[in-house]
Structure formats: structure tokens, C-alpha cells
């Protein structure tokens, strides 16, 4: 085993790195841990400006996760002049087949960072090891404190009940959050004073209970600009990710161009089931004429903490 040491400086979200250990298995990066900050003077919420608009934030696992679960949704706020956010609580640092540490984490953070560019939105990478995320103290503070900076009216992330681990702790950050937000001295951002409302994406899981269609949002009218924001993330869709292999993403030539349009395909497939799935709710919110012809929408469910939402409080969340 050989141990090689350098120094980094990398922008935004991914940190300092302090050295990287090469072994048969691959590079594996540890980034410096940072001092704990001085006591400083409360800070108030990034104040929801005087238009009326909605202020969103969405949680995901990793470099990709959130713009998935935000995606053509998050268009349609942000063409409506909302303000969203979407975060990823790890950095993807070993989330692909070829490559590790801080280089895949640099590259993912540049991904998402061009996808929220394309998407209209803003994004923050916390700079937590892929793999490694546990629903601590620590994190729960974190995810309380980005939820009363944003000054969040809605917070969306994943169900529980999922089989990567990050996503399910991910999942019960944002839970553990839904309560504490309002707790006066639980970290030096004021509390909100009202209580956001919470929404589960649509997975495909059945137990302990499956997920439920509160709410359908169709986005036929966004769905080419969404899947050229999604599509930037090629360490992701075009070449695999963890369950990637070589040659999964050639070069060039014919077999490029057909992978290009395969993952394509393949994404709008995805909400293209959406629609399939939850028409009933499309039928609900849209009328039937309009509900029975929306060919891609995204689903959400209401979470039972945090704000309870009614029917006219969804049109407004949801005024599409």
C-alpha cells in the first residue's frame, strides 16, 4: 500500500482535501473535517422577498438525486418566478465505476451546478462522503438550518423506505427536521414562524406501506428543457454511475450517438410512468379532458409532519 499526500483547494460545497490514500481498491480521499465555527450573533432566514412567490427546497441523497425528485416541477416554479433550491446531502464521491474521491466529487458538483444553471434554480453540495451518511445530530442541525435559510414553504425529499442507505437517512434528516425548524434555540437561525409543508417523491416500494399520490403535476410543456438539464450529469446517466462498466459510454461515432439517445429515452420513460401511475390524481387536480392527455408528470405525496396542507393550500403550492 502506498500513500501519496497533497493539497487541494476546491470551490463551493466539496472543501479542503488533505490527502489521498491509493490501495488495490482504488482511490479513496479524506477531506479535512473544519474547525467548529466561533459563536456568532443569530443570523435571521434569508427573508422570502414581497412577491408572492414560494420558496422550495428539495433534499436528495446525492448529486443527482434532488434534480430527479425537483426536476420539471422545479421548472415550472422557477418559469413562475418561485425560488427553489435543491440539495444534495453527500457529495458523490464514490458513485461511479471508474472513479473516486475528490475528482468524482469535483465532477458531480459541476454537473448539478450546470443543472440548476439550465433549470433556473439554485443547488448546495454538503460535503459528506457518499456512503456515509447517518441521521446524527450533526446532520439534523444541518438540514434544520438550510430549511430556515431558504425560509422554506415547501421541503420535498424521498420516502424511508429505500434501499440505499443514504436515501433512507436522507430521508429521516428531513423527517427529524420537520419539528425541530420551529424549536426557538435548536441552532442559531431563528426559527420559522410556520411550519413548512412536506412532500414524499414517488418510489416504487411496498412495504411498510406504498407510496400515495396527493398530488400530480403534469410537465409535457417542460419536458425537453428538463431532460436537457438532467442529461448533463453524464457521470450519472451516460456512463452509469456506481453500476456503470467500460464502454458503457463510448467515444464517438454511432454507438455514442445511440447511447445518447437510449438514455434519453429511457429518462422521459421515467415520468412518462409517472403519468401512467398516478392518472387518477392527474384526473383530480386537472379535470378529465386535460388529466386522461398528460403524457409525463412527477407525484408527490403529503408527508404527516410538518404543515398539513388542504385541497385549496395544494393549488397553491402547486399552481400549475
Known amino acids: 500500500m502506498k500513500f501519496s ?14 490527502g489521498t490514500l491509493i490501495s488495490d481498491r482504488g482511490p479513496r480521499v479524506a477531506f479535512a473535517t473544519p474547525a467548529p465555527a466561533p459563536e456568532q450573533q443569530a443570523i435571521d432566514p434569508q427573508p422570502a422577498p414581497a412577491d408572492g412567490k414560494l420558496r422550495i427546497i428539495v433534499f436528495g441523497a446525492h448529486p443527482d438525486d434532488a434534480e430527479y425528485r425537483g426536476a ?9 418566478g418561485h425560488h427553489v433550491k ?7 464521491d464514490i458513485g461511479h465505476w471508474e472513479s473516486a474521491g475528490g475528482p468524482l466529487a469535483k465532477r458531480r458538483l459541476e454537473e448539478v451546478r450546470a443543472v440548476a444553471k439550465a433549470m433556473g434554480v439554485t443547488n448546495e453540495v454538503l460535503d459528506i462522503h457518499d456512503g456515509e451518511l447517518m441521521p446524527t445530530l450533526e446532520n439534523r442541525r444541518t438540514f434544520a438550518r438550510l430549511i430556515r435559510e431558504w425560509n422554506a414553504d415547501i421541503v420535498i425529499g424521498n420516502r424511508p423506505n429505500d434501499y440505499h442507505p443514504d436515501h433512507r437517512y436522507t430521508s429521516i434528516l428531513m423527517q427529524d427536521s420537520a419539528y425541530m425548524v420551529g424549536v426557538p434555540f435548536f441552532t442559531q437561525i431563528p426559527p420559522l414562524r410556520r411550519n413548512p409543508a412536506y412532500f414524499y417523491t414517488s418510489d416504487r416500494f411496498q412495504k411498510p406501506t406504498p407510496f400515495h399520490a396527493d398530488v400530480a403535476v403534469g410537465i409535457d410543456e417542460v419536458i425537453e428543457p428538463m431532460l436537457d438539464a438532467l442529461l448533463l450529469m453524464k457521470s450519472q446517466i451516460h456512463e452509469g454511475g456506481a453500476d456503470g462498466h467500460p464502454g458503457i459510454y463510448p467515444a464517438e461515432g454511432a454507438a455514442r450517438q445511440k447511447r445518447d439517445t437510449d438514455v434519453r ?48 393550500d395544494l393549488k397553491t403550492m402547486f399552481p400549475f
Request: aromatic share 12%.
Open 5 to 18: 499526500t497533497a493539497t487541494l483547494v476546491f470551490t463551493g460545497a466539496i472543501g479542503v482535501l488533505v
Open 72 to 80: 420539471g416541477v422545479a421548472i415550472k416554479w422557477a418559469k413562475a
Open 86 to 92: 435543491l440539495v444534495s446531502a453527500t457529495n458523490g
Open 265 to 312: 429515452t429511457s429518462l422521459a420513460r421515467r415520468y412518462e410512468q409517472q403519468a401512467n401511475n398516478y392518472r387518477d390524481a392527474l384526473v383530480k387536480f386537472y379535470g378529465p379532458e386535460k388529466g386522461k392527455t398528460i403524457k409525463y408528470a412527477q407525484a408527490f405525496e403529503i408527508c404527516e409532519y410538518g404543515r398539513q396542507p388542504n385541497q385549496a
